[in-house]
């Protein structure tokens, strides 16, 4: 009977490792609670369960009789199978490793602990700045403490973008709380490799690109790292060794993102744990390294025999990520998509959304648009071909009209026969080239918040119908009053209830109800509801015309102030929408 493999996660990042366990003749069950994951479609048994859910997964692991567990990519998983290693006796982290690693404060307490090199840092679970902690000190960092990748880390150049931030951070972690440190000047870096006996073996350390501030996302990797000296590096493995030391690791992969400060004593750990990186640093490993870690990590995970001689030597290469900066709709150079991958130095490309798809800015991995693995012969090269790369791709978020998309598929690199590693397109994708020509237009606009022009009838229909609403009752109620006392009241207020044109304006009201809840589908409250003041000229104005109302001087200018307002309001929002800063976004920077 072949082993069975759990994999926590099904997402994109997961995808390799699913690929590479049934390749390997393996049974593989994810577990993930997206069931639009694509890794659920590539397993043999797929579980809708949340990876954060430690009981859970332990519960499906022991039910299953699984030979191991991995958890690539991910590293809110690793609590769960920490624990459910444990019970069954198979190959893992320990809990106390799995708790530590993936919780940033209790990261940094065990640096300080150590004895290790560490930014200063506080915890935090509002918008408020965290004592200890001098704001003329930054920029600062804010991360969620219980998270993956990147998702809610922002820079912060003091106490004011701190608490506009910090909501955001703070939705990201698990257990609702953040972590603000300092922010270490110097170069951006990650470590992948294998622990044997508790040492780093089979190291590769690349160079980190990321996103313009606020943001920290990763744009990209590139192997070897230039620029870190041999003491750095020894230091950066030293440290290492202290930490999986003292969490009692000895067998199996770990990832590590860390900072060459620009003073280059030693370098600073940002983040380690043991499993598989994201960003496809695994693809990265096995052109630059010529060694595959994905297959190792299975290997460890079911306890078969490992075979695994990375370079002494890494080769030169790198991964890029693309994204864009700003809410849009996407658009790149489809020619260059077509003629790039058969450049001699592009292994492999693929983009994820079809031109003209609604994007996001890329403030995480799940915001990428795309991916390309490339080679050179020296570090120097492949840097400026990435920087070709993506100046011919020339990838961005556009609002004006662009050319409908060429299809609903992505770009993917087709397989070369020289190259039985290049990877093929996926069944249910569609290639596209130069040749598939398009026609005709279509208007997107920049923010994806932004209200089109036809959503606006929703609210005047609102508008419209609650003041047709009140002019009914008006004419209904106009010169007749309630009895005196309490009881009296009721009965008199019930009869009225029960007049025809009552019960009618009762009914546009519900109407007008019913246009506010799909108004709300379209806009944000804080830009919708100001245009409810237009009912003040409405009724205005009705009232004068209709009912005979007195129109005093004081009561134009009170509506004309806050109909004056309104238009402040709607501009004002227009005018961010194009800077790309609603709810906080940027605005667009230059890539770098």
Not at 191 to 204: A, K, T
Not at 330 to 355: C, G, I, Q, T
């Amino acid at each position: 009977m072949p082993r069975k493999l759990l994999v926590l996660g099904a997402s994109r990042y997961q995808l390799p490792v699913i690929r590479k366990a049934r390749e390997m003749g393996l049974t593989v069950l994810t577990a993930d609670n997206a069931p639009s994951n694509p890794g659920h479609a590539e397993a043999d048994l797929a579980f809708s369960c949340d990876t954060t859910d430690a009981e859970g997964i332990a519960s499906l692991a022991a039910s299953e009789a699984v030979s191991g567990i991995i958890a690539p990519s991910t590293d809110v998983a690793l609590p769960a199978l920490a624990l459910a290693c444990s019970r069954l006796g198979l190959p893992g982290p320990g809990e106390e490793a799995a708790t530590i690693l993936t919780r940033k404060a209790s990261f940094r307490a065990l640096q300080r602990e150590l004895g290790l090199p560490h930014p200063p840092f506080a915890a935090f679970s509002g918008p408020f700045w965290p004592k200890g902690l001098d704001p003329r000190c930054g920029p600062w960092a804010m991360k969620p403490n219980v998270s993956s990748g990147s998702k809610g880390v922002f820079m912060a150049d003091g106490p004011e973008e701190f608490g506009r931030l910090a909501p955001e951070t703070l939705r990201h972690s698990l257990d609702g709380t953040g972590v603000l440190e300092a922010w270490v000047k110097g170069t951006q870096h990650t470590c992948e490799g294998i622990l044997h006996d508790g040492v780093p073996e089979g190291v590769m350390m690349t160079d980190r690109v990321t996103a313009p501030p606020p943001w920290a996302a990763t744009w990209g990797h590139f192997s070897p790292a230039i620029g870190l000296s041999p003491g750095l590096r020894m230091s950066l493995l030293s440290s290492l060794r202290t930490v999986f030391d003292r969490l009692e690791l000895r067998q199996g992969t770990f990832d590590c993102d860390f900072v060459a400060p620009e003073s280059g004593k030693s370098c600073i750990i940002l983040e380690a744990t043991p499993r598989l990186g994201g960003n496809s640093l695994s693809s990265l490993y096995r052109t630059s390294m010529k060694a595959d870690i994905e297959r190792y990590a299975v290997c460890h995970a079911v306890g078969l025999p490992q075979d695994f001689n990375p370079e002494a030597v890494p080769q030169d290469a790198g991964v890029m990520l693309f994204g864009v900066l700003s809410r849009g709709k996407l658009s790149f150079d489809r020619e260059a998509a077509a003629n790039l991958p058969k450049e001699p130095w592009v292994l492999s490309f693929e983009m994820d959304l079809p031109y003209g798809a609604q994007v996001e800015p890329f403030a995480n991995g799940r915001c990428r648009v795309g991916e390309a693995l490339i080679t050179g012969d020296s570090p120097g090269t492949t840097r400026k071909l990435a920087s070709i790369f993506r100046a011919r791709l020339d990838v961005k978020a556009v609002w004006r009209s662009v050319p409908a998309p060429a299809s609903a598929g992505t770009v993917i690199r087709p397989a070369r026969p020289n190259r039985p590693d290049a990877p093929v397109a996926p069944a249910g994708r569609t290639r596209y080239g130069p040749d598939r020509h398009q026609t005709g237009h279509k208007t997107y606009w920049l923010d994806a918040s932004m209200p089109k022009p036809a959503d606006h009838a929703y609210l005047l229909i609102a508008i419209a119908l609650n003041g047709l609403s009140q002019i009914i009752m008006r004419w209904q109620m106009g010169g007749e009053s309630l009895p005196e006392g309490l009881l009296a009241k009721i009965p008199a207020a019930a009869r009225y209830l029960l007049k025809p044109w009552v019960l009618v304006a009762v009914a546009v009201s519900a109407s007008s109800a019913v246009a506010w809840m799909v108004t709300l589908t379209k806009f944000e409250l804080s830009y919708a509801y100001p245009f409810t003041a237009a009912l003040y000229v409405y009724m205005l104005v009705a009232g004068f015309l209709l009912f005979g109302e007195a129109l005093t001087t004081m009561r134009i200018i009170g509506t004309a102030v806050i109909v004056l307002g309104v238009v402040l309001v709607a501009l004002w929002r227009r005018k961010a929408s194009r800077r790309g800063d609603i709810m906080g976004m940027p605005g667009p920077w230059p890539p770098p």
